[in-house]
Structures are given as structure tokens and as C-alpha cells.
């Protein structure tokens, strides 16, 4: 299977992020804030910025890491006020399940973030505080959180139904060179918050995005929404019409989209779907690439093109749809098999991206007791935000 977003860009991350811990000395782990009667040392900031950096999260790391170790030290706080704690299978199962958003295992991931200089200890304790909180918010709030049968049923509707819309969008792709990622990611932002018209949008794109479709404003043709990686189908889905989402990192860009439309088809059933896929990297020019166009009416053609060259030029990958990295699913949403795009690079070469089959099945009846679950959790999350400022408000912070 190919390398998932996160793993890659821990890949990435080895040729250009290296911790300042040798410089800095004694000083890292100097007192950098006290929560109450709990400190955030200079290491952790560091640590934690560093890590911000791998999961690509927006705004500035430091400033970043510094407010979510802020709330990490409010909840601990209040979990050891209402006597809570996690067992070593806790954590570790949790460490499991935050790996496997890698397509890696616990011991894979920190074996990854060691490479870049992020500790275990720091994974350890990003995981734990978010453990210990929905313990806490469970221990709070779930006597106050009614669910009904009818909240599960609009639940399972809205988990079956997606499965079966339309979605009209137009799409602006700002592309993050090594090293400027912070500027692309500020570009969209400010896209994100300014433009408020199709018209606005489709300007921006013909002057700032990258893909194919800039000339045209962005705007793509109607697409299952099931076509789409799922966190970039989640992203339009919370849109509403004309409204712009917040941006999107893939690898090598950032993306902007625009719902204008949803359709949606009642009679569909559930499906999910299984791609198979193509990554074959040439030489990047006009003649190689019309060369393989005019030579490859199918993935089997690629074979023969490949012949002779080292095994890892050409990658057939089989899988579900959402474990497609985020930058080829939006390549592979926009085809029919047979079709390719070679829009995105990798080391000096042109990446050949060719669909060679999108397959729908049915799924297996989805359990009302894991929607019910999920619909208690949505509504504690709710909750939480405001249990979070409760103890803001109530807490001392200061510097040293």
C-alpha cells in the first residue's frame, strides 16, 4: 500500500526539520509557563510545535503547541480532581488507533517521529490528555445527554444517505514548495476568510491555483461524493452552498474548495468503494508524458512501459477509497478508469497517476449501537468546549 499523508510527511519532515535542543542547553527545560501549580517546560513547547508541524496543523506551531499544552495541563488537572486515570492498554490502545490514521502501527509511528526528533514520551502524552479529557466529559456530562431513537435514526441516515450525493464544487490548489509551506497556508487562509461569491472565488483561483482547472475558475463537474477522499468529502459535506471550506493540506499544496451544489440520490444504496491505482514515475517532460498517454489505454499497458526500469517506477495499489492519500484522491476523483492525470511530482519525476478500477459494494448493516455511541459523542463534544473554558477562566497562568 501506498504511504498515507502523515507518514510521508514525516518523510519530509526528516530533510527539514532538525530540533534546537543542543543549542538551547540547560535552558530547555527551563519553566516556560505554570498552569496553575503545573509547569510547560521550554522542551515541551519545542516537542510539541515539532509535532504540530508533522500533522501539518494550521497557524503558528509554537503559538500552537503553547495553547494546547495550556488545555492539556487544565484537564489533567481536572481528571486528577475527579480521580481519574488510564491503564497502560488504555494508552497504548489509543496510541494504536492515532497510528493507524498512518496506515502504521504505535511502534511504526514513533519509530517515524524519533527519525525527526519527537520523543515517544511526547506522543505518549498527546494521547493520554486527550484520553483523560473524554473520560472526564463522559464523567460530567453523559447523565445530561438524552439520546432518542430518533437522534440514532437521523444518524444512520446521514451515515448511509452521503454515500449516495452529488456535490457540484469548484476547487483552488495553491501549491506549498519545501520550505513555504507557512506562506501557501497563509494565502488560503486569507482566501478562506475573504471570498464570499462564486464569482469571487472562481477570480482567485484563475489567478493563484495551479490546477488544471484555474482557467476555468475552478469549477469541476458533478462528482459522487464517494469519489472523494472522506476528510475532503467531510470538508464540503459541512458546507453550504457558496460557502468556502477551511483549508485543505495535501502533499505539496494546500486546497480551497467551493460547494455551489448538492444532489442527492434517494433511492441509491450504501456503498463503499475500492480503487485501484497507478503511480508510475517519469522522466519529467511534454515527451515522455505524451509518449505513456499514447501507449496506455489501461493499467496492464503500464507493465510493459515499466519494463526495465527499477520496481518502485510503477506502483499498482488496491484499497479502500479512504485510504488513498488526500493529493492523489483528488486526481483519482476527477476519472473514469483508464483516465490519468500528471499533475503531481515526486523527486524530480512526473508522477503518471492512472485510475484502474473504482469498485461499489455493499456494506455490512451498520450497528445502531456504534452510531448511538457516536451521536453521545458528538453531543459531549459539544459540551466540552464549554467545560474547557470553565477552567480556563478559573485557572492561574503565568509566566515564570
Not at 43 to 60: H, I, T, W
Not at 305 to 320: H, S, Y
Not at 343 to 357: D, K, P, Y
Given at each position: 500500500?501506498?504511504?498515507?499523508?502523515?507518514?510521508?510527511?514525516?518523510?519530509?519532515?526528516?530533510?527539514?526539520?532538525?530540533?534546537t535542543?543542543a543549542?538551547?542547553g540547560?535552558?530547555?527545560?527551563?519553566?516556560?509557563?505554570?498552569?496553575?501549580?503545573?509547569?510547560?517546560?521550554?522542551?515541551?513547547?519545542?516537542?510539541?510545535?515539532?509535532?504540530?508541524?508533522v500533522?501539518?496543523?494550521p497557524?503558528?506551531?509554537e503559538?500552537?503547541?503553547?495553547?494546547?499544552?495550556?488545555?492539556?495541563?487544565l484537564?489533567?488537572?481536572?481528571?486528577?480532581?475527579?480521580?481519574?486515570?488510564?491503564?497502560?492498554?488504555?494508552?497504548?490502545?489509543?496510541?494504536?488507533?492515532?497510528?493507524?490514521?498512518?496506515?502504521?502501527?504505535?511502534?511504526?509511528?514513533?519509530?517515524?517521529?524519533?527519525k525527526?526528533?519527537?520523543?515517544?514520551?511526547?506522543?505518549?502524552?498527546?494521547?493520554?490528555?486527550?484520553?483523560?479529557?473524554?473520560k472526564a466529559?463522559r464523567a460530567?456530562f453523559l447523565g445530561?445527554?438524552?439520546?432518542?431513537e430518533?437522534?440514532?435514526?437521523?444518524?444512520?441516515?446521514a451515515?448511509?444517505?452521503?454515500?449516495?450525493?452529488?456535490?457540484?464544487?469548484?476547487?483552488?490548489?495553491i501549491p506549498a514548495?519545501?520550505?513555504?509551506?507557512d506562506?501557501?497556508?497563509?494565502?488560503a487562509?486569507?482566501?478562506?476568510?475573504?471570498?464570499?461569491?462564486?464569482?469571487?472565488f472562481?477570480?482567485a483561483?484563475?489567478?493563484?491555483?495551479?490546477?488544471?482547472?484555474?482557467?476555468?475558475?475552478?469549477?469541476?463537474?458533478?462528482m459522487p461524493l464517494?469519489?472523494?477522499p472522506?476528510?475532503i468529502?467531510?470538508?464540503?459535506l459541512?458546507?453550504?452552498?457558496?460557502?468556502?471550506s477551511?483549508?485543505?493540506?495535501?502533499p505539496?499544496?494546500?486546497?480551497?474548495?467551493?460547494?455551489?451544489?448538492?444532489?442527492?440520490d434517494?433511492?441509491?444504496e450504501?456503498?463503499a468503494?475500492?480503487?485501484?491505482w497507478?503511480?508510475?514515475?517519469?522522466?519529467?517532460?511534454?515527451e515522455t508524458?505524451?509518449?505513456i498517454?499514447?501507449?496506455?489505454?489501461?493499467?496492464?499497458?503500464?507493465?510493459?512501459l515499466?519494463?526495465?526500469?527499477?520496481?518502485?517506477?510503477l506502483?499498482?495499489?488496491?484499497?479502500?477509497?479512504t485510504?488513498?492519500?488526500g493529493?492523489?484522491?483528488?486526481?483519482?476523483?476527477?476519472?473514469?478508469p483508464g483516465?490519468?492525470?500528471?499533475?503531481?511530482?515526486?523527486?524530480?519525476?512526473?508522477?503518471?497517476i492512472?485510475?484502474?478500477?473504482?469498485?461499489?459494494?455493499?456494506?455490512?448493516?451498520?450497528s445502531?449501537?456504534r452510531?448511538?455511541?457516536?451521536?453521545?459523542?458528538?453531543?459531549?463534544?459539544?459540551?466540552?468546549?464549554?467545560?474547557?473554558e470553565e477552567l480556563?477562566?478559573a485557572?492561574?497562568?503565568?509566566?515564570?
Amino acid at each position: 500500500m501506498a504511504f498515507s499523508y502523515l507518514k510521508r510527511q514525516v518523510a519530509v519532515l526528516l530533510c527539514s526539520v532538525a530540533l534546537t535542543g543542543a543549542a538551547v542547553g540547560q535552558d530547555l527545560f527551563a519553566p516556560r509557563l505554570y498552569v496553575n501549580d503545573r509547569v510547560i517546560t521550554e522542551y515541551e513547547v519545542q516537542q510539541r510545535a515539532e509535532f504540530l508541524k508533522v500533522l501539518r496543523a494550521p497557524g503558528n506551531p509554537e503559538d500552537e503547541a503553547l495553547k494546547a499544552l495550556i488545555e492539556d495541563r487544565l484537564r489533567q488537572t481536572e481528571s486528577e480532581r475527579l480521580g481519574l486515570t488510564l491503564t497502560d492498554e488504555e494508552v497504548l490502545q489509543g496510541m494504536e488507533e492515532f497510528a493507524a490514521r498512518a496506515n502504521l502501527n504505535a511502534e511504526g509511528l514513533i519509530a517515524e517521529l524519533t527519525k525527526v526528533g519527537i520523543s515517544a514520551e511526547t506522543f505518549r502524552d498527546f494521547v493520554s490528555a486527550g484520553l483523560l479529557w473524554r473520560k472526564a466529559v463522559r464523567a460530567r456530562f453523559l447523565g445530561q445527554v438524552p439520546i432518542s431513537e430518533v437522534d440514532v435514526d437521523r444518524a444512520l441516515e446521514a451515515e448511509t444517505r452521503p454515500r449516495a450525493l452529488q456535490v457540484l464544487v469548484s476547487e483552488l490548489v495553491i501549491p506549498a514548495e519545501p520550505g513555504r509551506e507557512d506562506e501557501a497556508l497563509a494565502l488560503a487562509q486569507q482566501l478562506s476568510d475573504s471570498v464570499t461569491s462564486e464569482g469571487a472565488f472562481g477570480a482567485a483561483a484563475r489567478q493563484y491555483s495551479a490546477a488544471p482547472t484555474a482557467g476555468s475558475g475552478g469549477r469541476l463537474d458533478w462528482m459522487p461524493l464517494t469519489n472523494l477522499p472522506a476528510a475532503i468529502g467531510g470538508a464540503i459535506l459541512a458546507l453550504g452552498p457558496g460557502e468556502v471550506s477551511d483549508p485543505v493540506s495535501v502533499p505539496g499544496a494546500v486546497v480551497l474548495f467551493q460547494l455551489r451544489d448538492v444532489a442527492l440520490d434517494p433511492a441509491a444504496e450504501p456503498i463503499a468503494v475500492t480503487l485501484e491505482w497507478a503511480d508510475f514515475l517519469i522522466a519529467d517532460d511534454a515527451e515522455t508524458v505524451a509518449e505513456i498517454r499514447a501507449n496506455s489505454d489501461d493499467c496492464t499497458d503500464l507493465y510493459g512501459l515499466a519494463n526495465g526500469l527499477p520496481e518502485d517506477r510503477l506502483t499498482i495499489t488496491k484499497g479502500p477509497a479512504t485510504e488513498v492519500p488526500g493529493d492523489v484522491g483528488l486526481e483519482l476523483a476527477r476519472m473514469d478508469p483508464g483516465e490519468s492525470s500528471v499533475a503531481l511530482t515526486r523527486s524530480g519525476f512526473r508522477r503518471f497517476i492512472m485510475l484502474c478500477s473504482r469498485e461499489m459494494t455493499r456494506e455490512e448493516p451498520v450497528s445502531r449501537d456504534r452510531v448511538r455511541e457516536v451521536v453521545i459523542n458528538q453531543k459531549l463534544e459539544g459540551l466540552a468546549e464549554g467545560y474547557l473554558e470553565e477552567l480556563r477562566s478559573a485557572a492561574f497562568i503565568r509566566e515564570p
